[in-house]
T-cell receptor
Framework: DQQVKQNSPSLSVQEGRISILNCDYT??????FLWYKKYPAEGPTFLIS?????DKNEDGRFTVFLNKSAKHLSLHIVPSQPGDSAVYFC?????????????FGQGTILTVHP | KAGVTQTPRYLIKTRGQQVTLSCSPI?????VSWYQQTPGQGLQFLFE???????NKGNFPGRFSGRQFSNSRSEMNVSTLELGDSALYLC?????????FGPGTRLTVL
């Protein structure tokens, strides 16, 4: 039972254009969402997060949108740069007693072409 | 602040052996979580410790265990290693709901 899904295994974008990475979830108890960037054999790097009480959060080139009714979130990267090429994971956290447990999607490989 | 550190970075063991991995969280962070990453299963939660107490545990067999010390440093132990335990083991320390990951320990079981 995969509670967090990233249905696109890969995405290819031209430098300077927008990258949109999508994530769907099924568990209504999730109330905090995070995006991470990861290179092979390294730990994930935190990018941006959003609480379920918001529908948008921005940080520089990164914006995360949350649609609670659709149980969908997306990460927008504008403008995309070749250095953004990596695997992107969305993760979800349920408050209450889910101490320290993030549930991750399977990841999307982003390739930004110069 | 220094980030999360994990030692060792790479480890090779044989089936049946045991292994201990170490994690030092970001200064001031009291919660430490452990994850296993494999190509087939992705990132899977192992357990979480806070103030030397395990508060949450994922769906892993009892061969996987951990502990946390009074300085918030944490160790995880895997006993009777199996080939399927080969993975990248990640530790994360958290403040509020945001988790910050270490570089991981790559464990290879032969």
């Amino acid at each position: 039972d995969q509670q967090v899904k990233q249905n696109s295994p890969s995405l290819s974008v031209q430098e300077g254009r927008i990258s949109i990475l999508n994530c769907d979830y099924t568990n209504s108890m999730f109330d905090y969402f995070l995006w991470y960037k990861k290179y092979p054999a390294e730990g994930p790097t935190f990018l941006i997060s959003i609480s379920s009480i918001k529908d948008k959060n921005e940080d520089g080139r990164f914006t995360v949108f949350l649609n609670k009714s659709a149980k969908h979130l997306s990460l927008h990267i504008v403008p995309s740069q070749p250095g953004d090429s990596a695997v992107y994971f969305c993760a979800a956290f349920a408050g209450g007693t889910s101490y320290g447990k993030l549930t991750f999607g399977q990841g999307t490989i982003l390739t930004v072409h110069p | 602040k220094a980030g999360v550190t994990q030692t060792p970075r790479y480890l090779i063991k044989t089936r049946g052996q045991q292994v201990t991995l170490s994690c030092s969280p970001i200064s001031g962070h009291r919660s430490v979580s452990w994850y296993q990453q494999t190509p087939g299963q992705g990132l899977q939660f192992l357990f979480e410790y806070f103030s030397e107490t395990q508060r949450n545990k994922g769906n892993f067999p009892g061969r996987f265990s951990g502990r946390q010390f009074s300085n918030s440093r944490s160790e995880m132990n895997v006993s009777t290693l199996e080939l399927g335990d080969s993975a990248l083991y990640l530790c994360a320390s958290s403040f509020n709901n945001e988790q910050f990951f270490g570089p991981g320990t790559r464990l290879t079981v032969l």
